[in-house]
Each structure stands twice: as structure tokens, then as C-alpha cells.
């Protein structure tokens, strides 16, 4: 049984940057992915980034392609969402995850692991 701890989130100004973290435990995670999905209060949980623990591949969703970056450190079994330019629309409450294989999920259920979710504000 895996799982997740994320921590980082917060209130910030428009332009501003946040770093989210998410460490997993419990088993290791060198064949899976994780991620980051994010829900805005009234609308649809939305898909924001992914990366392949093994080899590092990344997948970013075009709403924030040049904007957020996502890393790990494999002796923490730790991924880092790191959050520039930050947008009033980029408010959500961001959920880390993790799945086995690549192909994105559709949601918790069909990840291994799902974070309790943290709050990121972003006043204009």
C-alpha cells in the first residue's frame, strides 16, 4: 500500500511561484508515474502534469507548458511541482497521484494512490 503526502500549497499573488511536494511511502515507485491533478470549486477535476518515475519522461497539460515543472528525487521518493507565473485560474486544490503504466488516469480509481489534496489560491 502506497501513500501520499503533499504539502506546499498557499495563498500567493498573480506572478508569484509555489513549490508543491509529494512524498510516497510504503512501497517503492521505480515502475509507476505520478502526478498532479488539480479541481477548481465548480468544476471538473482537470489533469495538469505527469512524470515517469522510471527515466523521467514528463507530460504537461498545455494550460501550464512553460509554466510548471515537475521533478523527483528518487532517494526520496519525492516529486516536486514547481509553480512560476502563477494565474487566478491555476486556484484549485491540487491532488497528487500515482498509477502504474503511462496512460493517464481518469481518476483515483484508477490510481494506486491518491494525495488528501492541498490548497493553491492565486489573487489577482
Known amino acids: 500500500q502506497v501513500q501520499l503526502v503533499e504539502s506546499g500549497g498557499g495563498l500567493v499573488q498573480a506572478g508569484d511561484s509555489l513549490r508543491l511536494s509529494c512524498a510516497a511511502s510504503?512501497?517503492?515507485?521505480?515502475?509507476?508515474?505520478m502526478g498532479w491533478f488539480r479541481q477548481a470549486p465548480g468544476k471538473e477535476r482537470q489533469f495538469v502534469v505527469a512524470?515517469?518515475?522510471?527515466?523521467?519522461?514528463?507530460n504537461y497539460a498545455d494550460s501550464v507548458k512553460g509554466r510548471f515543472t515537475i521533478f523527483r528525487d528518487n532517494a526520496k521518493n519525492t516529486v516536486y511541482l514547481q509553480m512560476s507565473g502563477l494565474i487566478p485560474e491555476d486556484t484549485a486544490v491540487y491532488y497528487c497521484?500515482?498509477?502504474?503504466?503511462?496512460?493517464?488516469?481518469?481518476?483515483?480509481?484508477?490510481?494506486?494512490?491518491w494525495g488528501q489534496g492541498t490548497q493553491v489560491t492565486v489573487s489577482s
Open positions: 497521484a500515482l498509477w502504474r503504466g503511462w496512460r493517464i488516469p481518469s481518476g483515483p480509481y484508477e490510481c494506486d494512490a
Open positions: 512524470i515517469r518515475w522510471s527515466g523521467g519522461t514528463t
Open positions: 510504503g512501497r517503492t515507485v521505480s515502475n509507476y508515474a
